[in-house]
């Protein structure tokens, strides 16, 4: 199985800043990595498949990169409707997710 | 809109039985693949099945291998689980997640349900 490791596992900042998160795959997967946040009591929700391409109505404030096995989120101006927890998970092979980042808004 | 309902989860005792079921409705159901995601409490998400948009393709969690069963009905535009042998470590939210490769499997999770919780306990 493919493990998907998530650093920081929580992060604190303020409205504004720029917030970065990475994902580590075990293994190579190429671009085959999804991004979800997900916020207390719901469902999570995609933002990013593919390592890059933003789902629809995502705002442009996210972004994704990464190949093979490194994979950052960034949000360019955090805003405060964007604490939760974010997941990533590869679907290069049966799915796998990361353990989660926490964000909070300081 | 695409939306997703769950419903069947509730409280069982260890070695018992429940069925989920997911009615789907804003989308031709029988285009997409569909899975379930479970979460404990607490805890992240655990992808546990899916199923190929015709059914002819399944795929399972080692956690859940030989106990659960996952099925649709395109004709009802519904997703099951059926559920045997819990044990504690189920006890989770269940979630009814689409998958954005239509027929085939991306493992792009694009909707998901409200989610519906199972607890198993004696």
């Known amino acids: 199985d493919i493990q998907m490791t998530q650093s920081p596992s929580s992060l604190s900042a303020s409205v504004g800043d720029r917030v970065t998160m990475t994902c580590r795959a075990s293994?190579?997967?190429?671009?085959?990595l999804n991004w979800y946040q997900q916020k207390p009591g719901k469902a999570p929700k995609l933002l990013i498949y593919?390592?890059?391409t933003l789902q629809t109505g995502v705002p442009s404030r996210f972004s994704g990169s990464g190949s093979g096995t490194d994979f950052t989120l960034t949000i360019s101006s955090l805003q405060p409707e964007d604490s939760g927890t974010y997941y990533c998970?590869?679907?290069?092979?049966?799915?796998?997710f990361g353990q989660g980042t926490k964000l909070d808004i300081k | 809109e695409v939306q997703l309902l769950e419903s069947g989860g509730g409280l069982v005792k260890p070695g018992g039985s429940l069925r989920l079921s997911c009615a789907a409705s804003?989308?031709?159901?029988?285009?997409?693949?569909m899975n379930w995601v479970r979460q404990a409490p607490g805890k992240g998400l655990e992808w546990v099945s899916s199923?190929?948009?015709?059914?002819?393709?399944?795929y399972y969690a080692d956690s859940v291998k030989g106990r659960f069963t996952i099925s649709r009905d395109n004709a009802q535009n519904s997703l099951y689980l059926q559920m045997n042998s819990l044990r504690a470590d189920d006890t989770a939210v269940y979630y009814c997640?689409?998958?954005?490769?239509?027929?085939?499997?991306?493992?792009?999770?694009?909707?998901w349900g409200q989610g519906t919780p199972v607890i198993v306990s004696s």
């Open positions: 997640v689409r998958d954005n490769g239509g027929g085939d499997y991306a493992y792009e999770f694009d909707y």
């Open positions: 998970q590869q679907s290069y092979s049966t799915p796998g």
């Open positions: 199923i190929y948009s015709s059914g002819s393709d399944i």
């Open positions: 293994q190579r997967i190429s671009n085959h």
């Open positions: 593919a390592a890059s």
């Open positions: 804003g989308f031709t159901f029988s285009d997409f693949s």
